[in-house]
């Protein structure tokens, strides 16, 4: 499994911006996409996940301001951000795996993308 992920680029506080990850390969032997973020300095962080059915899940501190869907004809996975904050500056990563528990607990043998920036200035 391949996952590429898109969209990030320097964006001023309060404005929005759309990421996308692109899942390619052996895809039927996944059936959860995730969002997580690093800001430098601190953990990954889940920020959003979305089963093939279309259901999602957001840690409480993610609520609100993001969105995860997802496009099954373009095996294509989107996360929403918006009134983008400066602390939501990082690296976000777009992951896989079999279960949602296994991608809510990063497990080693998710598969990741290779990550895209989000700065957000103030």
């Known amino acids: 499994v391949q996952l590429q992920a898109s969209g990030g680029g320097l964006v001023q506080a309060g404005k929005s911006l759309i990421l996308s990850c692109a899942a390619s390969?052996?895809?039927?032997?996944?059936?959860?996409i995730g969002w997580y973020r690093q800001a430098p300095g601190k953990q990954r962080e889940l920020v959003a996940a979305i089963t093939n059915g279309g259901t999602t899940h957001y840690p409480d501190s993610m609520k609100g301001r993001f969105t995860i869907s997802r496009d099954n004809a373009k095996n294509t996975v989107y996360l929403q951000m918006n009134s983008l904050k400066p602390e939501d500056t990082a690296v976000y990563y777009c992951?896989?795996?079999?279960?949602?528990?296994?991608?809510?607990?990063?497990?080693?043998?998710?598969?990741w993308g290779q990550g895209t920036q989000v700065t957000v200035s103030s």
């Open positions: 992951t896989a795996g079999r279960t949602l528990g296994e991608v809510i607990g990063a497990y080693v043998r998710n598969w």
């Open positions: 390969g052996n895809i039927f032997t996944i059936n959860v």
